[in-house]
């Protein structure tokens, strides 16, 4: 993507479907032989590659329109998720729930790292042998078998785990008996699983505190399930409105989604007015000031904002501490906007940075996801031209981001070599 930086975006964003529900929401539908049909879906690479994962093993997935399937697992096949689909995002590992449910038996190629870290799946695996799952590792192969099937039982995370705490909900609503799952991940995105697996027939309650209690079902019917706004693609466009100095409307954001997020903004100088329908940002001409952050679990500062948030305080004004503390990683944005002219040093899990007047624009390498996209924030308040390479990244996130961008005044095109 080539991006000519300096000028304020101004105008309105419609954010799309969260792309973090919208995946274990496809998997949920392992869990029955009804339709379940989903909307407000986004248009990303990855689901598309969980689609073809979920088509792989059997699953009929039928594109209603661009932003609605409907997944139906009546006739699955198989219940081998092989490495070549499985490789390509880590989340593919939230069919392993759903199929020892409702098979009692499951094949999950182990996901790998990825570049932000390790990022295992003990925990996953360990609260399922606590159910009664029998699981090995062979080949690079998670093999799970419950041939009495799951059983409910009191469980701990020693650490607070997004997709494992998702995968259990999965595993918990069909298996005999109550679950209680102690330090349960609290996200949206967690809750609004929780909410569609009650709409399905589960029982499951306390979702959103750290104490989920699930009581298993015989078994679950089909459903129709709205995907709640991504609020991570929302706090990306409100941190672009706030680095270059210009008022965005985010259409469909749910403040209460990002109540961390929003505090920071407003002590940095960023005005976040609620409305109904969303939420307005605005910057205008005031220096940006700087605030530490530490990201966290939910409702804490998103992991997934870190970076973004990093190129924020690249042009602030004084001097910011942000320190990762999920991903062992998680900081490959800053050789690249090093390059660009921030002023940034790392010490373990935290970044000092001091802001600088201006970056400068550079040809940068984008790594991840998320640290991608910060790269585009850092060549639209850049001086100069950004070219921003590997755009795969961006495109497994953010649904048309170009045309967004474009819409709100950005001098941004996309192109190939
Ligand atoms: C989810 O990943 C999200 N992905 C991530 O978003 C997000 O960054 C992350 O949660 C944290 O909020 C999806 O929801 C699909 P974790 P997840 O398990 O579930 C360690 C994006 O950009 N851990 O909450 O994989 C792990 O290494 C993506 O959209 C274990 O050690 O994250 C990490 O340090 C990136 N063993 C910490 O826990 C385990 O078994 C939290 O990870 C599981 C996790």
Do not use: W
């Not at 529900?21 to 869990?31: D, E, F, G």
């Not at 270059?244 to 976040?272: P, R, S």
Request: charged share 20%; net charge negative; proline share 4%.
């Amino acid at each position: 993507m080539r991006i000519v930086g300096g000028t304020p975006l101004n105008g309105e964003i419609s954010i799309g479907g969260a792309k973090n529900l919208a995946l274990p929401a496809m998997t949920a539908s392992i869990l029955v032989d009804e339709d379940i049909k989903l909307t407000n879906v986004p248009l990303l690479s990855d689901i598309g590659s969980l689609s073809e994962l979920l088509t792989h093993i059997g699953c009929d997935v039928r594109c209603n329109d661009e932003h609605s399937l409907t997944l139906s697992t009546k006739s699955l096949k198989t219940v081998e998720a092989p490495y070549d689909f499985v490789r390509k995002m880590r989340a593919s590992i939230l069919v392993l729930g759903p199929l020892l449910a409702r098979f009692g038996k499951a094949v999950v190629s182990l996901p790998g790292g990825c570049s932000i870290g390790p990022r295992g799946v003990d925990l996953h695996l360990r609260a399922l042998e606590h159910m009664g799952a029998i699981i090995s590792i062979e080949n690079g192969y998670i093999k799970a078998n419950a041939p009495k099937g799951l059983h409910g039982c009191d469980m701990t995370f020693p650490v607070t785990t997004v997709t494992g705490t998702e995968n259990i909900l999965m595993a918990a609503v069909l298996a005999k008996g109550t679950t209680r799952l102690i330090n349960a991940a609290t996200e949206p995105e967690v809750v609004a699983l929780a909410d569609l697996l009650n709409q399905m027939g589960g029982r499951i309650s306390g979702h959103g505190t750290s104490m989920i209690i699930i009581d298993g079902v015989d078994s679950l019917h089909g459903a129709e399930f709205e995907i709640i706004p991504d609020r991570i693609e929302a706090g990306t466009y409100a941190i672009a409105a706030a680095a270059t100095g210009g008022e965005i409307f985010l259409k469909n954001c749910k403040c209460k989604h990002l109540t961390a997020f929003f505090e920071t903004l407003a002590l940095n100088g960023v005005e976040c007015e609620e409305k109904i329908d969303g939420v307005r940002i605005r910057r205008r001409n005031a220096e940006i000031k700087p605030s530490d952050v530490q990201t966290a679990p939910y409702p804490g500062f998103p992991t997934d904002l870190q970076a973004q948030y990093t190129v924020l305080m690249s042009i602030c004004d004084g001097t910011a501490s942000v320190t990762e503390n999920i991903f062992e990683n998680r900081f490959m944005h800053i050789p690249e906007i090093l390059r660009m002219g921030a002023n940034v040093s790392v010490h373990g899990k935290t970044a000092v940075i001091t802001g600088v007047n201006k970056l400068k624009g550079a040809p940068v390498m984008a790594t991840d996801l998320r640290a991608s996209v910060a790269l585009v924030i850092a060549g639209l308040v850049a001086e100069g031209e950004t070219i921003v390479s590997r755009l795969y990244h961006i495109d497994r996130g953010y649904e048309g981001i170009e045309q967004k961008l474009l819409s709100c005044g950005a001098n941004v095109e996309r192109f190939s070599v």
